[in-house]
């Protein structure tokens, strides 16, 4: 198995465009996680699905940040409009039910100058 | 609320030491505490977990010991070896599959 996969691996956009990032999770899991790791703040959860819905959004930072997944093989994370305190390292985790592991993927290093 | 604590933040061990790193939580309710590790450029990678059940695990070179009443728990890694140098976070959830709440984590270095 490949692993949970993220894209792009580096981002780097200037203040108030549109970031996109994207995930796919391990075949046959049903449970996706969005964290967001700083410096400051370490590594913190954004969002989960579990089935592709949406369960616990309440660690989204605020309006600017959205997140789907239309189907079990991909999520996206929206950032618009990106600031430079949205600078940080977004991983995307998969696991199973009954399994508390969960596998992350390599992260998506944003740089929103 | 930091919800779990990690210390030290950074460690330097000979090779061969036993580093050892600490965590505590404050919730009662979680009931998984597992250990990531995390090397530079990629995703952090279940090492061992334990539940509160349990007051010790063994898994090879790492051990994991858990206090219950004391509400701490603590990452052992006997005999190091440079290929240990890494980050390495602890963790704590609710039963099921639930978000990971993660400490700080540790930074540490295994030296020749």
């Known amino acids: 198995d490949a692993g949970v996969i993220q894209s792009p691996r580096h981002e780097v956009t200037e203040m108030g465009q549109e970031v996109t990032l994207r995930c796919k999770p391990i075949s046959g899991h049903d449970y996706l996680f969005w964290y967001r790791q700083t410096m400051m703040r370490g590594l913190e959860l954004l969002i989960y699905?579990?089935?592709?819905?949406?369960?616990?959004d309440s660690g989204m930072p605020e309006d600017r940040f959205s997140a789907k997944m239309p189907n079990a093989s991909f999520s996206t994370l929206k950032i618009q409009p990106s600031e430079p305190r949205d600078s940080a390292v977004y991983f995307c985790?998969?696991?199973?039910?009954?399994?508390?592991?969960?596998?992350f993927g390599p992260g998506t290093r944003l740089l929103v100058l | 609320q930091q919800q779990v604590k990690q210390s030290p933040q950074s460690l330097i061990v000979q090779k061969g030491g036993i580093p050892i790193i600490n965590c505590a939580y404050e919730?009662?309710?979680?009931?998984?505490f597992p250990w990531y590790q995390q090397f530079p450029g990629k995703g952090p990678a279940l090492l061992i977990a334990?539940?509160?059940?349990?007051s010790e695990k063994k898994e090879g070179r790492f051990t994991i010991s858990f206090n219950k009443s004391a509400k701490q728990f603590s990452l052992h890694i006997m005999d190091s070896q440079p290929g240990d140098s890494a980050t390495y976070f602890c963790?704590?959830?609710?039963?099921?599959?639930?978000?990971?709440?993660f400490g700080k984590g540790t930074r540490l270095s295994v030296i020749a």
């Open positions: 963790a704590a959830s609710f039963s099921g599959n639930t978000p990971l709440v």
């Open positions: 699905f579990n089935n592709n819905v949406p369960i616990d």
């Open positions: 919730n009662t309710a979680f009931d998984y």
């Open positions: 985790a998969s696991g199973w039910t009954g399994n508390e592991t969960q596998y």
């Open positions: 334990i539940r509160p059940d349990v």
